[in-house]
């Protein structure tokens, strides 16, 4: 298994900014992809943005133009740069990772999908 760590998360107000990042450690039998998944008390955990197995980078729809994911391979380092926040971005925010996770737009994967999550870092945005 992979384990996954996050941080960045914190409070701000609407049109801020901030940067979430995973540190990834531990050993796989496969190769494996990873993504940012968010989700709201008594919704479904949701993909938000990927980066699949030739480094196409995907976001979700209500997150297109305002965030953008990037990783480091040689810190296995996962990143999410989060601009122009809006209220509704609010949510618990996951580290992911899966080799199915490499085949698939983060718009249709599913939490299902995924093998090994982080603890999650909370991310709260003010009107």
């Known amino acids: 298994q992979v384990q996954l760590v996050e941080s960045g998360g914190g409070s701000v107000q609407a049109g801020g900014s901030l940067t979430l990042s995973c540190i990834a450690s531990?050993?796989?039998?496969?190769?494996?992809?990873m993504a940012w998944f968010r989700q709201v008390p008594g919704k479904e955990r949701e993909g938000v943005a990927g980066i699949e197995s030739d480094g196409r980078k995907t976001v979700s729809d209500p997150v297109k133009g305002r965030f953008t994911i990037s990783e480091d391979n040689a810190k296995n380092t996962l990143y999410l740069q989060m601009n122009n926040l809006k209220p509704e971005d609010t949510g618990m925010y996951y580290c992911a990772a899966a080799p199915r996770l490499c085949y698939y737009n983060i718009g249709v994967v599913g939490a299902g999908d995924v093998d090994d999550w982080g603890q999650g870092t909370l991310v709260t945005v003010s009107p």
């Open positions: 531990g050993q796989t039998y496969s190769r494996y992809c």
